[in-house]
């Protein structure tokens, strides 16, 4: 039984029942109830879940007497309410971090051949135990039924995009590792991001990071802005061409295409990096449907030197805010319509960030 379905069961019980909440734990390997008294004063019962000795969902006392109501968001996470240990990412998990270094395998150079590249799946189990020791209590996916409508869409032959802010490398494993908890990896597995290559040709571990996840890999305008040879920019250029016809030969294949609109994550010190670039226009006219989202809180921030290995990591709260499904083509007409003087490309990047930013805050 998928976690998915246990939930949903938990959830039928809780309101169903005078005094209880149970499942038949018998068809759900793995999870072990456990009742306890939250109090003497009002004798009520809490009934936890656990799998793997970790806390997975809990029943709780109702608003009326004698009835019980389900949560799970603020009970997971609950091992996570003391302070994390000092140090950068690889001193707090050293020993995650050599198990993950071993599973991932070597990165092939990039070309024009490889622009498409799959999940290493044996990656996300260790990187989201990682992420589990981050999240506080709360964490959670609001409009994760706008989410799944885009998989339905997706699912019928249209081109679907996800936009979502981006505020640390952790973006990606945390999402991943949310679903996993409390909703349907199915719908993670659809996704494709669209990923710049310094990611791959970063360090080792920014390399495991990206190889956790689909990607199609592209080389951002950022890049261009750097000198190199007349070569390097040839073979750059063809990438970006291969691409693009690998996107548009997937996008009606079932999948939903992942997109960051800054193209950088959000830096305190640099307001530039909250905004999106007018390129992901490009994106979002090559699509019929697209969900926004937003996330508040962060587990990683950005270090400095932007590496990886030295930024610090903190306990936070999580919410990724979805927004309901748009179509693209009104989307844009609209963007136009209201920054008619930036032209198109900038009215859309324009248009996306006060959308973000008007996405109702946890």
């Known amino acids: 039984m998928s976690k998915k379905l246990i939930i949903e069961n938990l959830t039928r019980a809780c309101r169903s029942s005078s005094d209880s909440c149970s499942i038949d734990v018998r068809r759900s390997p793995g999870y ?3 009742d306890r008294r939250q109090s003497r004063r009002d004798g009520a019962n809490r009934v936890d879940y656990l799998k793997a000795g970790r806390l997975v969902a809990r029943a709780v006392p109702g608003n009326s007497k004698n009835s ?20 950068d990412a690889t001193a707090i998990f050293a020993a995650e971090l050599q198990v993950l270094a071993r599973q991932g395998p070597p990165s092939a150079p990039l070309s024009p051949d490889n622009v498409v590249q ?4 044996s990656i996300q189990p260790p990187l989201a135990a990682i992420c589990r020791k981050l999240l506080l209590p709360g964490s959670s996916i609001k409009g994760w039924q706008h989410l ?9 032959g249209n081109a679907c995009l996800l936009c979502l802010s981006h505020v640390s490398n952790l973006d990606v494993p945390n999402l991943y590792t949310i679903i996993e908890d409390q909703h349907d990896l199915d719908v993670f597995h659809q996704i ?13 571990l920014t390399r495991i990071l990206i190889q956790s996840c689909n990607r199609i ?10 000198a190199h040879s007349a070569e390097e920019e040839q073979a750059a250029r063809r990438i970006n061409r291969a691409a693009q016809r690998e996107l548009l030969r997937l996008r009606k294949e079932g999948w939903i295409f992942g997109l960051f609109p800054t193209g950088t994550r959000r830096r305190a010190d640099d307001e530039s990096t909250s905004h999106a670039i007018p390129e992901t226009d490009t994106y979002v006219k090559s699509f019929d449907y697209m969900v926004l989202g937003r996330i508040d809180g962060c587990t990683l921030p950005v270090s400095k030197d932007r590496d990886f290995t030295h930024e610090i990591p903190r306990r936070d709260r999580l919410t990724y805010t979805l927004s309901p499904v748009q179509r693209t083509s009104e989307w844009r007409a609209n963007a136009l319509a209201q920054f008619t003087e930036l ?14 930013s008007s996405l109702p805050r946890p």
Not at 118 to 121: G, L, Q, R
């Open 68 to 87: 019980l109501a389900f949560c799970v968001c603020d009970a997971m996470y609950e091992e996570n309410l003391t302070p994390l240990p000092p140090g």
């Open 217 to 226: 890999v592209i080389t951002p305008p950022s890049w261009f802005s750097r």
């Open 32 to 34: 072990v109830r456990r």
């Open 148 to 156: 799944e409508e885009l998989s339905r869409l997706s699912g019928r």
């Open 343 to 356: 032209g198109q490309r900038r009215a859309t990047a324009r248009a996306i960030d006060e959308y973000l």
């Open 192 to 204: 494709i991001w669209i990923a710049g290559r310094k990611l791959s040709e970063d360090t080792p």
């Open 118 to 121: 799959f999940a290493e799946k």
